[in-house]
Each structure stands twice: as C-alpha cells, then as structure tokens.
C-alpha cells in the first residue's frame, strides 16, 4: 500500500501531529508512507519532527501543484489533511493521466467553522467535502462524522486517534510541588480563544497572588502584542515549543487549559492526560470522545469566563485525593489511545477503500 499525505501548512499542528506519528505507524505496518510539504515551510516542518529522520517515512517538498501531480501516479492513495491541501490534491488530479492515486480526505476540523459564513474563505472550506468523486472521507470523532453528514450529507468513515506515549507520559513530581496550571496561547489562531485564555490567567494570577504557578505556551511573546494584549504577571510564557518540550510542561502541571470555542477533537487535551495533567476542555465539540467531566477532565462552556474560573478554582481547591484520582483516570484513558491501534484504524479503511475500487 503506497500513501502519500498532504501537509501543505507546516509543522506544529495538532492535526500535523497525527498524520506525522500515524504515518510512522503506517510504516511499521508494511505500507509505503510520504509526506508532500510545502517546499517553503519544509525547514520548519523538519524542526518540528526529528523523530522524522530514520522513521521510514519519505519527505517531498513540492514547490505547488504541478509538482504534486507529478508524484500522484507513484502512490495508490493520496490523502488531504485540511481544506487547502484538499483544495491542492483536487487541482492536481486534473493534470494528471492514467492510472493516478485514489483521493482521501483526513477529515481533522470542521473548517467552514472557522470563517464568517458567506466570505470565499468559507465557500472553500465548504467545498472541501464534495469536490472529489468517491473519495474515502474520514475523522476520529462522531462529532465530525455528524457535522460533516448533517451539512453536506457525506458519509465519514471513523478512525481511531493517537497519543504518542513515548514523548506523552507521566513523570514524577515532588510532594511540595506548587499547584501549576499550563495553558497554550495561540493569537493567531481566534477560535482557540487567546484573550480569554490570557484573562482567565490574569484571574488566577490575581486570586492566588504568587501561591499558583502558571505557565502559557504556543506563540512568540510579540504575537500578544501584536493582538493588544499583554502577559499577565507572575505567568511564564515558554513561546513555541517543540512536542518534547509541551510533554514537559504538561508533565509540570496540574491543569491545562484549552479554553477554545470548541474543539473538534482535543489533542492537547488528551496529551495532557498522557502525561497526567487534568485539562479543562470545552464542552462544544468531539472532546466527549474521551473526557467526563470531573472524572478525568473539566469540560464546561468556554463562553464564559465565570463558569472556566469556578470549574478550576473548584478543582484547585479540592481535596489533594480528588485531584490524583482523577490524575489517574486520566493517564488511564490516554492510555487507551496509541499510535499502533490508529495506524491499523487507518490502515484498514484504506484497505477497504482500495478493494472498493478495484
């Protein structure tokens, strides 16, 4: 089985993250795996993953479309990871003749979300699901699955998802660590919720007055700026951080919060349980796949900064018990999400698509 993967945007995604450690899996599963990068963010892809060089997945950065035609007919199936490089795959099955891989879309967003209704960004991101003829759509959460169906009437295949556990596992901690709450700031990214991330750390900073650590990751301190806000005080700002280093925040912390609108799945949030941090999630979205509120998780309305800070001012204040013994739900659920048993997910919905075709 020969696949070839879109990555078009760079590294340092959560949805980059899956489709890197998936396709190693894919690899040791016998299956022919590349990536197609943009030649121009090729650098920063290959800093983000080091763990690339000696996996057995093959890099081709293509300089745009016509070079990507040029690699389709060398593969069976050629797979989209977002509505650009769907976008990208579709042009470049036109030039191509013969015999040519078989499209796939890696459903990972619900990206027409993501833009205001009506604006071409929108009407793009909405064509994504129709624009290839019997193609194999897939996603890791039903909420994808619905979403997809319910507005474009397409069916989406379900895989399973993935935590890398040799770089997201738990590390032990002191008895008199200080209570330490993380949180990923991403401006550029308006649905992940930056400034109410950056308010709802200055409240904890004011209400526990040093007796709280808290940590923020994700962008360089000049993207704050940039948006008019500005770090609260007494909160370390990591800047962008490589998957090793996000591990050892997480491994660090009590708390994580990804206080976006909505998440279609939570990656971050399921990392942080690998390495046995509780993470508050928002209740919009597919994060029910594996979170239970106040079992392993805090999942509440991220719409309202009173309800975020009495969910972990509740938790932060709970019984040191309560708070280890959802630390090991926690670990527990992650640990039910590997990269083998994804890998082999995957492999058999391509298997089944190619049988289909033949």
């Not at 950065?61 to 593969?75: D, I, R």
């Not at 058999?348 to 049988?355: D, I, K, V, Y």
């Amino acid at each position: 089985m020969r696949l070839l993967f879109i990555l078009p945007g760079g590294g340092g995604t959560g949805g980059a993250h899956s489709v890197v450690q998936e396709a190693g899996g894919l690899v040791r599963l016998g299956a022919e795996v590349a990536l197609a990068l943009s030649q121009d963010r090729a650098e920063d892809f290959a800093w983000h993953y080091p763990e690339l060089k000696g996996s057995g997945v093959r890099l081709h950065a293509v300089a745009g479309t016509e070079a990507l035609a040029a690699l389709l007919p060398g593969f069976d199936i050629a797979c989209a990871t977002s509505a650009p490089s769907a976008h990208m795959l579709a042009d470049a099955l036109t030039l191509t003749k013969g015999k040519t891989a078989r499209p796939a879309y890696y459903v990972q967003d619900y990206e027409p979300l993501i833009f205001s209704p009506g604006t071409q960004k929108w009407r793009d991101a909405r064509a994504t699901y129709a624009m290839f003829e019997a193609p194999l759509l897939f996603a890791k959460t039903d909420w994808l699955r619905r979403v997809v169906n319910d507005n474009h009437g397409r069916a989406v295949e379900k895989v399973r998802a993935s935590i890398d556990h040799a770089t997201y596992q738990p590390a032990g901690r002191t008895a008199d660590a200080p209570l330490t709450v993380s949180a990923m700031v991403r401006p550029k990214t308006p649905r992940r919720g930056p400034r109410r991330t950056l308010r709802v750390l200055r409240a904890l900073s004011d209400a526990y007055d040093g007796r709280l650590r808290l940590i923020s990751f994700g962008c360089p301190a000049e993207d704050i700026g940039a948006i008019g806000a500005r770090l609260p005080r007494r909160v370390e700002h990591r800047g962008v951080l490589r998957r090793g280093q996000v591990a050892e925040v997480l491994q660090q912390s009590d708390l994580f919060l990804d206080l976006s609108d909505y998440q279609a799945f939570g990656r971050t949030g399921l990392e942080a349980m690998a390495c046995g941090c509780v993470p508050l999630l928002p209740v919009f979205g597919g994060a029910d796949e594996f979170a239970r509120h106040w079992d392993n998780a805090l999942v509440v309305d991220t719409r309202s900064d009173a309800a975020i800070l009495e969910a972990a001012g509740a938790f932060l204040g709970a019984d040191p018990a309560v708070r280890e013994r959802m630390r090991g739900r926690a670990i527990a659920t992650a640990a039910n999400y590997t990269v083998e048993k994804a890998a082999m997910s995957e492999y058999q919905a391509f298997s089944n698509f190619l049988a289909r075709a033949s």
